[in-house]
């Protein structure tokens, strides 16, 4: 793709500026025939009010997960679904959505179970190209069906389950609890201002740090730069990149958005994303947790 990396990203100073573009960048390269441009929305009802020209919907909760068992699509079903929305190991893929692109990181962590790491995720998301009056549209876009071959999905590098959250609960290392802190403390089982979703317990896994995803951000949506990051990240909580981390939050979601800023954006290169999370473990038989603000 042309003009990558994005010069306004590079001057960020992220580790990997190639994992971001700007708007500029994008309404500069919307017509590049190898771009795919995908909406991942929390409300799955935004596209159709109005999108970036030429973004196909991507909805987390049909085209991203198991019908059936809570986990993520197979290797015949990413497959379909790539093959659907045109896209090949040839294609560019830019994804973006509302809420400060939590699902959009989550798409992308999707993406690279199967190893597909072509990606990239627009700064600021939905929200910054409407603050910025860019054009929408409600047309949909249709391209042909491509022929990708999907690798097998691999979880092991970058995703958790209970048993490995577990042992890395009981070896002391890092973890980061994404959630907010009332969520943290276990004052809610649930967000603010969301309804409750059937967590039995309320608290934290023992030795987790509290940093609510959303600090990563800024006000118009985008990622706060590299120095600003490592303040939160390794100022206050103490992490360094050699470190063996799991995010954490309610389903998955929230953490994806920590995984990405603690991989791409700091270059950390073993993170992981529990994404049974607070849902799982806060219901889990024999499970410890705390509650309060001490880890």
Known sequence: MPGLPDPAIVAKGYAHPRRLVSSDWLAANLSTPSLRLLECNEDVLLYDVEHIPGAQKLDWHIDLNDQVQRDYLDRDGFQSLLRRLGIDDGTTVVLYGDKNNWWAT?????????????????????AKWLAEDRTTTTDRPSFSPSSYVARERDDSRIRAYFAD???HMDAGLPMVDVRSPQEYTGEKLHMPDYPQEG???????????????ARAAEADGSF?????????????????KSDTVVTYCRIGERSSHTWFVLTYLLGYTNVRNYDGSWTEWGNAVRAPIRKGEQP
């Open 106 to 126: 989550y798409a992308l962590w999707v993406f690279e179970l199967f190893g597909f790491d072509n990606t990239l995720i627009l700064d600021g998301g939905r």
């Open 165 to 167: 959250t577990r042992a």
């Open 199 to 213: 967590t039995l317990r309320g608290g934290h896994i023992p030795g987790a740090r509290s940093m609510p995803w």
């Open 224 to 240: 706060k730069s590299a120095e600003a990051l490592r303040g939160l990240y390794e100022g206050e909580l103490g992490l360094t």
